[in-house]
């Protein structure tokens, strides 16, 4: 199985609001809901931080949102701090049963 | 709470067996999936595989002829062998609840293990 596309890097100024693109195929993305977006700070484990898609778990800031068209699904941060700069990574279920992840992109926030 | 805590050996010679255990604590191993995710240093995250609470298993095609991931209810543990090592094998390697459709929503805290002779 093959990862899923993410860009290497984003970044964005304090109060701005970026995007996290996840493109995957009808295999994966394209076919089922069950997307997930985990942050990663140096040195730390990653946190779940949207989950089907477009579900927050309890805790976690309604800054972040998540959504998806065809065979993309798409990480939002709004109202950008400088504590969102980590790693995120896309994740999802594939018809084979199994999991995949993104290659994972470094925020900036400048 | 729901914690997971990864043990092991932290250094594995080439052409070895790697073996690491999982505990859980906090909640029942029953009605979730549990996985084995890596993470070589300075880049992605790697899903190896994961078990079911009934025991069944599937992993990454690319390291399926190496992997089994067994699951020891009684002690509340699953664990991890990757066998015939190489340096590429050489990450951080994490458990986490969650496979199959269910998310990776708890993490132990991640055990570097290095491959070398």
């Known amino acids: 199985q093959s990862a899923l596309t993410q860009p290497a890097s984003v970044s964005g100024s304090p109060g701005q609001s970026i995007t996290i693109s996840c493109t995957g195929t009808?295999?994966?993305?394209?076919?089922?809901?069950?997307v997930s977006w985990y942050q990663q700070h140096p040195g730390k484990a990653p946190k779940l931080m949207i989950y089907?898609?477009?579900n927050r778990p309890s805790g976690v800031s309604n800054r972040f949102s998540g959504s998806k068209s065809g065979n993309t699904a798409s990480l939002t941060i709004s109202g950008l701090q400088a504590e969102d700069e980590a790693d995120y990574y896309c994740s999802s279920y594939t018809s084979s049963s199994t999991r995949v992840f993104g290659g994972g992109t470094k925020l900036t926030v400048l | 709470q729901v914690q997971l805590q990864e043990s092991g050996p932290g250094l594995v010679k080439p052409s070895e067996t790697l073996s690491l255990t999982c505990t859980v604590s906090g909640v029942s191993m029953s009605s979730y999936y549990w996985s084995w995710i890596r993470q070589p240093p300075g880049k992605g995250l790697e899903w190896i595989g994961y078990?079911?609470?009934?025991?069944?298993?599937n992993y990454n095609p690319s390291l399926k002829s190496r992997v089994t991931i067994s699951l020891d209810t009684s002690n509340n543990q699953f664990s991890l062998k990757l066998s015939s090592v190489t340096a590429a094998d050489t990450a951080v390697y994490y458990c986490?609840?969650?496979?199959?459709?269910?998310?990776?929503?708890?993490w132990g805290q991640g055990t570097l293990v290095t491959v070398s002779s």
């Open positions: 089907d898609v477009s």
């Open positions: 078990i079911s609470y009934s025991g069944s298993t």
């Open positions: 986490s609840r969650g496979g199959r459709k269910q998310n990776f929503d708890y």
């Open positions: 009808s295999s994966d993305v394209g076919t089922y809901d069950y």
